[in-house]
């Protein structure tokens, strides 16, 4: 007993030096991602093994919801890390980014023209990757239908009903495919792209992992997913960059608000290391990353295969950035909120289309209905170039915008609203005339 209680001070006295020690008291780094536990969750725990002295957070959200809490001053991150460059453009435009140092050589300092590092260093690329159509073949087998080969291929009817996205004020991943349109054929031709699309699709998902996991269930023949959740291996299912793909890097900041940036600065250093990229090659994580030499040998080079494909066509992710919210907002007006419309409308337009071709006007009639609904209403058009469109901040749910944006999403609104009702009346119009059983447009 004597023994023990002469112990009882230098066991205290350990117990005191061990609570002292870094990893007892380690700083928190939180870091504000969209990227899955299957990607972070590694990176953590290397990290937390080489830096004793920090631990970090991990914030999973949205990117659109992410860019909305940073940039509202809603949550003071210390680190952004994400796959959509245009969300940084986002961030560094509303001064909420600080410079960090850049990491190993990339294989480029562009991929697809695009640079991998931006010039001010305020945000690094990390990781490449590139979007694009992923399908269930016995679905399109059952169709008669080949894979796609572009985007724009499933504006094509045969496919109504077919193909799954999600929106992009919901996905970063789908606002750098839809943007990607957008830009590679223009403001107007890009959203006739995604308006007669939007007859075709079997549903908008909540978040873009459950489009490859939809078609991975044979519930979608075709789903627009980026190229780490498209790829599977089985022999049911496939996977292409289409036409239009941009291979784009994936990137980490440290954000200006951060309370911990030495800890911001040592996880964004420890994600460029060589023990970070070489991470990223692992089959747990199975990315591609950006400094050369580190590639696993057994994947195919996105470099290269950029490279090969440039058409003189680079993403400008800075104009992306600057529209950001408009694209968000018109995409959820004319396609999210009306999509069973849509898919009404079109279908009594492919249904009416060979009655309507054995006569030349009422054939006229019917290609012209058609261009109305696909096509952008002059007003809403006429917003690429507004620049009170590039003032739209993302508003949190159940909080009313500012009057002068209410003002604007109520003119896109009632824009997008009289184009759709005055396809929809002359749509019904023709198919009584083809056919007085033929139906309605109208849900």
Known sequence: ?????????LLLVSLLL???????????????????????????????????????RIMNRKT??????????????DVFWASAPDAFEVLREAGKLLPIPAGLRPVSPRIGGFP????????????VSGYGMMWHQPSLTRAGLAPPRAIADLTDPRYRGLI???????????????????QLYGWRKGWEIWQRLA????????????????????????????????????????????????????????LSTARNPEGARRFAAFV???AGQRLLTEPRINRHPVAAGMAAPDREDLFALAEAGQSGFVFDAAKSGRRYELVNILFDELITERIVRLQKFWRLHAEIREKAHADAALAREW????????????????????????????????????????ALVERIRQGAEASLATAEARLEALARRLNPEAGSARP
């Open 18 to 56: 061990a609570l002292t020690r870094p990893g007892f008291a380690r700083e928190e780094v939180v870091v504000i991602t969209s990227f899955p536990a299957s990607l972070y969750e590694p990176f953590r725990r290397a990290f937390e093994a080489r830096e004793s002295d920090f631990r970090l």
């Open 367 to 406: 290609q012209a209905v058609g261009d109305l609904a696909a096509s952008l209403p002059e007003a809403l058009a006429a917003l690429e170039n507004d620049p009170a469109s590039t003032e739209l901040k993302r508003v949190p749910r159940g909080v009313p915008p500012p009057p002068v944006q209410a």
């Open 1 to 9: 007993m004597r023994a023990l209680l002469l112990l009882r001070p």
């Open 164 to 182: 799954a996205m999600s929106a992009p004020s919901r996905s970063g991943t789908t606002h750098l495919m839809v943007e990607t349109v957008l």
């Open 199 to 254: 007859g075709n699709l079997a549903t908008v998902t909540a978040r873009s992992f459950s489009v490859p996991s939809g078609v991975a269930q044979g519930r979608f023949a075709v789903g627009l997913s980026i190229d780490f959740l498209g790829r599977s291996g089985t022999d049911d299912l496939g996977f292409a960059y289409p036409a239009e793909n941009v291979f784009l890097p994936a990137s980490i900041a440290v």
């Open 116 to 127: 991998v590092d931006v010039p001010d260093g305020m945000f690094r690329g990390f990781s």
């Open 64 to 77: 659109t919801a992410a860019i909305a809490m940073v940039a509202g001053g809603r949550f003071e991150a």
């Open 272 to 274: 460029l290391s060589e």
